[in-house]
């Protein structure tokens, strides 16, 4: 079965245009999609234009601060993850970001691997998958919770049916462990439904 994982789409918004660069080259290398904004006057308009997954956004800029975008983008998407960077990190501002649902608060200069650990993070947190591996992980986790809704049956009750833990077969539906096979097939029995129909319609 072939899996297509769409692309993770991003957006960098800084005043300064080396870093925008920068950023672009190092998260196109790692295979998102990405796009950048300089003047944060505009970051709404490409918000409404772009349909993005994840906002990279500096929180010292002149014209319009951070903050004030964030709060712009909350206006239109309540969901898009958003990740605040500043140079100057402080209590206010930091409290400010998570107020509006920022998921993240990086200080500049940034190490490369802990911010790629950030985006690992962000993306689970919002179930965006970067492999086929994970897309399949979700699409099972979401068949199984779909099914076992259906069936009125709780975690618990999936559980004594199963001989599993509720907590793995919870990480199973949230995607956040890989079932074995021998799970999946516990798992079918109890749904009474083939193995197969847990690996969803593709």
Same mark, same amino acid.
């Given at each position: =079965?072939?899996?297509?994982?769409?692309?993770?789409?991003?957006?960098? #918004?800084?005043?300064?245009?080396?870093?925008?660069?920068?950023?672009?080259?190092?998260?196109?290398?790692?295979?998102?999609?990405?796009?950048?904004?300089?003047?944060?006057?505009?970051?709404?308009?490409?918000?409404?234009?772009?349909?993005?997954? #994840?906002?990279?956004?500096?929180?010292?800029?002149?014209?319009?601060?951070?903050?004030?975008?964030?709060?712009?983008?909350?206006?239109?998407?309540?969901?898009?993850?958003?990740? =605040?960077?500043?140079?100057?990190?402080?209590?206010?501002?930091?409290?400010?970001?998570? /107020?509006?649902?920022?998921?993240?608060?990086?200080? /500049?200069?940034?190490?490369?691997?802990?911010?790629?650990?950030?985006?690992?993070?962000?993306? /689970?947190?919002?179930?965006?998958?970067?492999?086929?591996?994970?897309?399949?992980?979700?699409?099972?986790?979401?068949?199984?919770?779909?099914?076992?809704?259906?069936?009125?049956?709780?975690?618990?009750?999936?559980?004594?049916?199963?001989?599993?833990?509720?907590?793995?077969?919870?990480?199973?539906?949230?995607?956040?462990?890989?079932?074995? !096979?021998?799970?999946?097939?516990?798992?079918?029995?109890?749904?009474?439904?083939? !193995?197969?129909?847990?690996?969803?319609?593709?």
């Amino acid at each position: =079965m072939a899996i297509e994982v769409p692309a993770v789409r991003l957006l960098i #918004v800084d005043d300064d245009r080396a870093i925008c660069e920068y950023m672009q080259t190092l998260l196109e290398k790692d295979g998102f999609a990405v796009q950048t904004v300089s003047d944060p006057t505009l970051v709404e308009e490409e918000v409404r234009r772009g349909d993005y997954h #994840v906002i990279i956004l500096d929180l010292m800029m002149p014209r319009m601060d951070g903050i004030e975008v964030l709060r712009r983008i909350r206006g239109i998407d309540s969901d898009i993850a958003v990740v =605040m960077f500043t140079a100057h990190p402080n209590l206010e501002s930091a409290v400010a970001s998570m /107020k509006l649902d920022a998921v993240d608060y990086i200080k /500049k200069p940034f190490n490369v691997d802990e911010f790629r650990e950030v985006l690992s993070r962000v993306m /689970k947190k919002k179930g965006l998958a970067r492999t086929p591996e994970e897309q399949l992980h979700r699409i099972i986790g979401d068949t199984i919770r779909t099914m076992r809704k259906e069936k009125e049956l709780t975690l618990k009750q999936m559980s004594r049916r199963t001989g599993l833990s509720i907590s793995l077969l919870s990480q199973i539906e949230r995607a956040e462990s890989s079932p074995s !096979i021998s799970s999946l097939y516990k798992i079918a029995l109890a749904l009474d439904t083939p !193995i197969q129909a847990l690996f969803g319609n593709n």
